[in-house]
């Protein structure tokens, strides 16, 4: 009834450029903080960038001046610009969401995960 649906990742040359997008839908009455993280080879999943509601948006250090995350709350969208991409930046995708549904629940969502690989 309710899902995450990513897209977007891809292989790419070391400094290059991806868009992921991240589509909520179904029953959804409202989406709180929106967020992607990612998880790399042997490595705990890791936050990688949030934003609220409100479009205030947090990153983790690594990745400070090269994605640049955004929502569209009309189309229950969120997506992840990433410029300059490194080989450390290779890793499978995820898009969280805090939904509350029109049943009145409220829990987090995750996407399938799409992989991005950065080639040196």
């Known amino acids: 009834q309710v899902q995450l649906v990513e897209s977007g990742g891809g292989l790419v040359q070391y400094g290059g450029s991806l868009r992921l997008f991240c589509a909520a839908s179904?029953?959804?009455?409202?989406?709180?903080?929106m967020g992607w993280y990612r998880q790399a080879s042997g490595n705990e999943r890791e936050l990688v960038a949030s934003?609220?509601?409100?479009?205030?948006?947090d990153y983790v250090d690594s990745v400070k001046g090269r994605f640049t995350i955004s929502r569209d709350n009309a189309k229950n969208m969120v997506s992840l610009q990433m410029n300059s991409l490194k080989p450390e930046d290779t890793a499978v995708y995820y898009c969280?969401?805090?939904?509350?549904?029109?049943?009145?629940?409220?829990?987090?969502?995750w996407g399938q995960g799409t992989q991005v690989t950065v080639s040196s």
């Open positions: 969280n969401a805090r939904l509350w549904l029109t049943t009145g629940t409220k829990r987090d969502y």
């Open positions: 179904g029953i959804i009455f409202s989406i709180g903080d």
């Open positions: 934003i609220t509601q409100r479009g205030v948006a």
